[in-house]
């Protein structure tokens, strides 16, 4: 018995150590935030103050407002993904088809292809279409990082719930709009919340795509960082950093509490 | 509805955005790293830009550096990854603080990854005072510098530190849904816990990692941000080579930008197949 306890302090010790490395930059880009003075080569800030967040508060800044235009933009990127991708992983879930293994190979094909080659290839053809330089354009140009995830994930999602509760509602005389809103929509949403969170992250964070499409024109919060990064100015870029992982953080709470509230029963979490 | 042409409907709306997106700006870059490039007068269909792309020694430097940077980083995040995944389940408490907080850096975005690494391992990062406070090193200078390195180490472990928790929570998912009896057996006919990790949990287990390893892999080839902003200026990554040709104001130079994003595609491309011809090989082997 001794032996298994000593077995289990020295796991334990080795899961807190690799969790303390992962969190430790976490809270020193957080320190940062509020450090008026930290030189070398004191381990700790030697004077406090609020000028970044000052800042970043101030009407003047328009950080607020980027930040609030970001989650608006990547909130709409998640809705469309999950609108085009509900159907798709139904497809893919239930029906056996000619050419079914090609679909499922194309459609993970964007996690494989870097970005980059992508975004420079349709630069040109946005910008003929108008597209470049546009909010819509950024929003199209998102959906290719997206879809994968949104279809794979929501294929398994369907796979687990399998097809023969809706059919039930259809032999019981709901037409497909009945039996969809009111039998499979709620049996997915769960789901349907944990790919929305995902892909509201993987929009949120996109720098390079928006950038390039966007053509300087639609400004997004990474974008507002990413010079700060640049220039090494650790107190504002804590600021912004801090900002936008707490910015996720609160998005995946918010999303978290409301699926619990609406589903108290575990069983329907499949992630 | 003709229910053979109904599983085509319902893939059709994502498949057109992949085939007008996707599709279109794959092609629209391979036709323009064969030269074809109207918009500035370029229309003559060549492979010249590739022959002289590969001739090029920046960019066999860069390819190397980038595939350097990628293996390094996806072989220590999924080593790393699986076993931390393996300790967490081995341990008993399974809703523990720790099984949330592991997760925190898969919600942070690449670029502020580069920050935290920068704020750690620059020459006036937190890593260096420590050495100083501890007497290790005597002055700044002292420390070598392990961000803007030829080695590119602050890429590899920004890469390291992003990638773990998103390897631990795949494969915990899996390891803990495990049919634990299949291990129960192997310890019961005489097997060390050891031998039981690798000889039964692992090669279950091989599927998840293998696609979680392309995943990272494939990303991190293709990525900008992390080494556009603690890359070195020579050799640059492969996917910071592309960005600088693309930007160079004569535009007679895109060709050259299309053939290495070319190129990157391709490199990755080929990468998979060979990993999952491996991979059926192993399977076949194991059977």
């Known amino acids: ?38 030189p070398w080569p004191y381990l700790l800030p030697q004077d406090f103050g609020l000028r970044g967040w000052k800042y970043f508060f101030n009407p003047t800044s328009k950080a607020l407002f980027t930040l609030f235009l970001s989650v608006l933009l990547s909130l709409i990127v998640t809705i469309v993904t999950l ?25 993970l094909a964007p996690l494989i292809v870097p970005p980059i080659a992508v975004a420079m290839g349709i630069h040109v053809q946005f910008i003929k279409l108008g597209l470049a330089d546009s909010f819509l354009g950024v929003v199209l140009v998102h959906l290719i990082p997206s879809l994968p995830y949104g279809i794979r994930i929501l294929t398994n999602v369907f796979q687990a719930i399998g097809e023969k509760i809706e059919l039930q509602a259809r032999v019981l005389g709901a037409n497909w709009w009945q039996a969809f809103i009111f039998v499979t929509l709620p049996l ?3 789901g349907l919340v944990s790919v929305g969170s995902l892909i509201f992250i993987i929009s949120f964070s996109q720098y390079f795509l928006t950038f390039l499409i966007g053509g300087g024109q639609v400004v997004t919060f990474p974008m507002l960082l990413l010079p700060y990064i640049q220039s090494g100015d650790r107190m504002m870029a804590g600021v912004f950093s801090s900002v936008f992982v707490l910015t996720a953080l609160l998005f995946f709470i918010i999303v978290e509490k409301t699926i619990k509230s609406h589903y108290s029963s575990r069983e329907y979490f499949y992630f | 509805m003709d229910s053979k042409l109904k599983p085509y409907m319902l893939l059709l709306p994502a498949i057109i955005v992949l085939l007008g ?36 020694q920046d960019f066999l430097k860069s390819l190397f550096f980038s595939l350097y940077i990628s293996l390094t980083s996806s072989v220590a995040a999924v080593i790393i990854g699986v076993l931390l ?17 592991y997760k925190l850096p898969i919600i942070v975005p690449h670029m502020v990854a580069a920050l935290l690494i920068f704020n750690i391992l620059s020459q006036s990062g937190i890593l260096p005072r420590i050495f100083f406070n501890l007497g290790i090193i005597r002055d700044q200078s002292q420390f070598c510098n392990l961000v803007f390195d030829k080695n590119g180490i602050g890429i590899v472990t920004t890469y390291i530190w992003k990638e773990i928790p998103f390897v631990t929570m795949v494969v915990y998912t899996i390891l803990n849904n495990l049919n634990k009896e299949l291990l129960e057996v192997a310890l ?39 080494p556009y902003l603690l890359g070195p200026t020579y050799p640059k990554a492969l996917p910071v080579l592309a960005y600088t040709a693309y930007t160079n104001p004569d535009l007679t130079n895109r ?13 990755s491309v080929i990468l998979i197949l060979l990993y999952t011809k491996f991979f059926r090989l192993l399977n076949d082997y194991n059977r």
Do not use: C, D, H
């Open chain 2, 21 to 56: 997106i996707f599709m279109a700006g794959l092609l629209s870059a391979l036709v323009q790293s064969l030269g074809y490039f109207p918009v500035v007068g370029l229309k003559k269909i060549t492979f010249e830009y590739y022959l002289e792309v590969f001739k090029n």
């Open chain 1, 1 to 38: 018995m001794k032996v298994l306890q000593k077995n289990t302090i020295y796991l334990n010790i080795i899961i807190y150590s690799v969790i303390i490395l992962l969190i430790f930059p976490l809270a020193v880009m957080f320190m940062w935030s509020f450090a008026r003075s930290w």
């Open chain 1, 83 to 107: 609108v085009l991708s509900i159907p798709a992983a139904k497809s893919l879930a239930f029906y056996n088809f000619r050419g079914k293994a090609f679909f499922e190979i194309f459609i």
């Open chain 2, 85 to 101: 995944a393996y300790l967490i389940v081995k341990s008993q408490y399974k809703e523990g603080i720790e099984t949330v907080l």
């Open chain 2, 255 to 267: 060709p050259y930008a299309m053939v290495i994003s070319m190129i990157l595609t391709i490199v």
């Open chain 1, 188 to 190: 997915i949403a769960p």
């Open chain 2, 188 to 226: 019961n006919l005489g097997a060390k816990k050891w031998q039981g990790f690798i000889y039964v949990a692992l090669p279950l287990l091989m599927p998840t990692i293998g696609s979680a390893f392309i995943i990272i892999f494939a990303f991190s080839f293709g990525a900008f941000e992390v």
